[in-house]
């Protein structure tokens, strides 16, 4: 019921491993992702909290803009690869996303990636839909500051995005 969701939720959301914050230039809103603070194993638990983060998030920019998409900022900082969720989240996870949210994000800026995180990505792209292949921006030093300038004002950012 109602009382074993809010409890899932709050579990999940102890670390602060998902969360919104803030809006690029046309008013659509940030969903923080940081894999290094997951807190939790049970991947049923985790996908519903990332179902519960989508859903706030699209209401958060209808709210400010009366847009549809939002942004992903994926922070690798101090992420390990003791930290990477199995292969089947991470199916779960982009399933998710391009089969219920198809046209719900606008882009995905992956901050700060490891050198590992290639590896990782080159082995769930064949799952990755083209479309959502174009949207995915990796952001790492000089280039992805500028990358990050054209949509957000980097003073209302968070530290991983400049």
């Known amino acids: 019921g109602d009382a074993e969701m809010r409890a899932i ?9 998902v969360y919104c914050r803030g809006y690029d230039h046309h008013g659509r809103v940030v969903m923080y992702m940081r894999p290094a ?11 519903r909290h990332l179902v519960y983060n989508l859903e706030r998030a699209i209401a958060c920019t209808a709210h400010k803009s009366g847009l549809e998409k939002i942004n992903l900022f994926i922070d690798y900082r101090g992420f390990r690869l003791r930290d990477s969720p199995p292969m089947s989240t991470s199916k ?10 198809p046209e719900r994000m606008y882009r ?4 700060n990636p490891p050198y590992i995180f290639k590896a990782f990505y080159t082995l769930i792209k064949p799952f990755v839909d083209p479309t959502t ?8 030093g000089k280039e992805g500051l500028e990358t990050l300038q054209e949509n957000f004002d980097l003073n209302t950012t968070e530290e991983c995005a400049g």
């Not at 995905?108 to 901050?111: D, E, P």
């Open 9 to 17: 939720i709050a579990k999940e959301n102890e670390s602060g491993k």
């Open 37 to 47: 603070r997951e807190n939790t194993n049970d991947e049923v638990n985790q996908m």
């Open 92 to 101: 779960h996870t982009l399933d998710i996303l391009q089969k219920h949210y």
């Open 108 to 111: 995905a800026y992956l901050c």
């Open 133 to 140: 292949k174009e949207k995915i921006c990796f952001c790492n």
